[in-house]
């Protein structure tokens, strides 16, 4: 079909106020407030374009978002490949893409990244059954020769992949047997593998990892099951998840207790929605009867190796939150390095630390306005391409926090020094205007210098806040299906499944498994919740007595 190109016209202002006065006239009420909010809209983005000199495509990508960072996208003239920060990527090494030796000689070359193929060894969580072989054993002689000896090799492993509900279940039908002289009934005993229980350990992890793991609402898994006649109403999905929280609750104390330990701690905030602290009958914050803000706080601890994250959904901000976390960190560590962006909330005021701020923050910037200032802001893209470049050379090599500081000083001090004579430049030169977008950007890279460079200054200071941003994305996922909490409390115990699921994931845990042995050893768990964390739980429960 062709289509025909519309005709351009000119409209002012005056034109669609007349527009708009002639529509309140002869048009009903909301059909009228309709068109003139549709011409206020079109001012303000007309206004936008022509105040700012904006680009289509920076105007794609204040309505949409960036699509990506890497300055070969962003400059459109590099030719290596970047190792550097993206909105929705990380700038640390991810691992193994999962392909097996047969896909990597398949064609003789590797294949693509998301092929979307696994090798066995990655399906860790599947039923495991051996098949042996129904003619032959270790020992026997060779059929094809004859002359020598089977012996025992790895399995060859096939994968079988079936689908399940999410939440399964089985009915007992328990024979009843009446005497037909006195009318006494005799009911069939029910097996032990039942369970006292409607609804066991597994459900009750499973419920709390898809809810707070994968933002599936209760509605949303209610009709999910209703459609595979495994009936389990969100009002019931609530009172399971309600009755096995505070069994949690001890693992999840006991992990603030190790984050508050860490080397360096991640902070940062987003929004979030809980309804008794919303509006005219909210509960005020006792610390601050004024603050109406809600925030869920992300908070990542790294430790020999290990990390950490814990969520916290309140009043307070991501500072507040850092500093109760350190209340409990003992006397004689030093004081840790904390990353976050400039933002003053973020900073712990009770406890002090070695603040570094987010390099990625001050890149973004850049990024942005590109379009409008491509030399310049290419020129800055390009220098702390250096930087991320040695930065990922650094952990390929694996190397330590002193040598990875030995690093940055040989081969990112000079790029990093030379920037940020050419921003002074900028200024003393009155090349760029203090007040612009570019010059806003310019300034905030030369207020934070030293924070944004300690990597450059401090073992293991690290160049941006990405890991707690991609954190955060577990409570926005929360927040973008199932919209708020209802109260403080039911934030608290979405806090502590997000918590401990994520920390799980952090550490090649498994979630489901991990959750369901907290549920079935809430004693023990209670008693000894530091045998219970998610890179040790395994020998805890090796080592428990079996049960009879």
Not at 283 to 304: A, E, H, K, Q, Y
Not at 315 to 331: D, F, T
Request: hydrophobic content about 35%; overall charge neutral.
């Amino acid at each position: 079909m062709n289509r025909k190109k519309p005709e351009v016209m000119e409209v002012d202002h005056k034109r669609l106020q007349d527009v708009a006065d002639r529509a309140r006239q002869s048009l009903a009420h909301q059909d009228a407030e309709l068109i003139e909010r549709v011409f206020e809209s079109y001012e303000y983005v007309a206004g936008l374009i022509q105040e700012k000199n904006m680009s289509i495509g920076r105007l794609q990508k204040m309505l949409f978002g960036a699509k990506t960072e890497k300055t070969r996208q962003v400059v459109g003239n590099s030719d290596q490949a970047d190792a550097e920060p993206n909105s929705g990527k990380s700038s640390e090494h991810t691992g193994d893409t999962g392909e097996t030796e047969s896909d990597k000689k398949r064609n003789g070359k590797p294949p693509p990244r998301g092929h979307g193929r696994n090798g066995a060894d990655a399906y860790r969580g599947a039923e495991q059954i051996e098949i042996p072989h129904s003619l032959l054993h270790a020992g026997d002689p060779c059929l094809e020769c004859g002359k020598g000896t089977l012996y025992q090799k790895l399995p060859r492993t096939v994968v079988r992949i079936t689908g399940q509900a999410p939440l399964g279940a089985r009915t007992y039908a328990l024979e009843r047997l009446s005497c037909g002289l006195c009318g006494a009934v005799f009911t069939a005993a029910l097996p032990r593998e039942a369970g006292r229980e409607k609804y066991d350990a597994r459900a009750g992890a499973m419920i709390g990892l898809l809810k707070y793991g994968s933002g599936l609402p209760f509605n949303r898994l209610q009709g999910l099951q209703g459609n595979l006649e495994i009936p389990l109403p969100a009002s019931t999905q609530w009172d399971v998840v309600s009755t096995f929280a505070p069994l949690l609750n001890p693992a999840f104390e006991d992990l603030m207790r190790e984050a508050a330990q860490g080397t360096i701690l991640y902070n940062d905030d987003t929004t979030v929605k809980i309804l008794t602290l919303m509006g005219e009958r909210r509960i005020p914050f006792v610390d601050n009867p004024d603050r109406t803000g809600l925030f869920t706080s992300g908070v990542i601890s790294t430790r020999d190796g290990r990390r950490i994250a814990l969520f916290f959904s309140s009043h307070r901000h991501a500072g507040e939150n850092l500093a109760e976390v350190l209340k409990q960190r003992a006397a004689e560590l030093e004081s840790p390095i904390q990353m976050c962006d400039a933002l003053a909330r973020n900073i712990p005021r009770e406890l002090g630390t070695i603040v570094a701020n987010c390099l990625a923050h001050a890149r973004r910037q850049f990024v942005e306005i590109h379009d409008l200032f491509p030399a310049e802001c290419g020129h800055v893209l390009e220098a702390l391409k250096i930087v991320y470049k040695n930065d990922a050379t650094a952990r390929k090599e694996g190397l330590s926090s002193e040598a990875r500081l030995e690093l940055h000083q040989a081969h990112s001090q000079l790029a990093m020094t030379e920037l940020k004579s050419w921003l002074h430049r900028q200024f003393d030169e009155r090349l760029v205007e203090p007040n612009s977008t570019l010059g806003t950007a310019v300034n905030y890279l030369l207020r934070h210098w030293e924070k944004l460079t300690l990597f450059l200054h401090k073992a293991g200071a690290p160049l941006d806040n990405n890991v707690c941003e991609r954190a955060l994305k577990k409570a926005i996922c929360h927040r973008k299906n199932s919209l708020f909490y209802r109260t403080q409390n039911g934030a608290r115990i979405g806090d502590m499944f997000m918590s401990l699921i994520h920390t799980c994931e952090l550490n090649q845990a498994n979630p489901f498994d991990y959750l369901t042995e907290l549920f079935r050893h809430p004693g023990e768990v209670a008693a000894h919740p530091e045998r219970f964390l998610p890179w040790n739980y395994r020998q805890t429960i090796a080592e428990l007595p079996a049960v009879a």
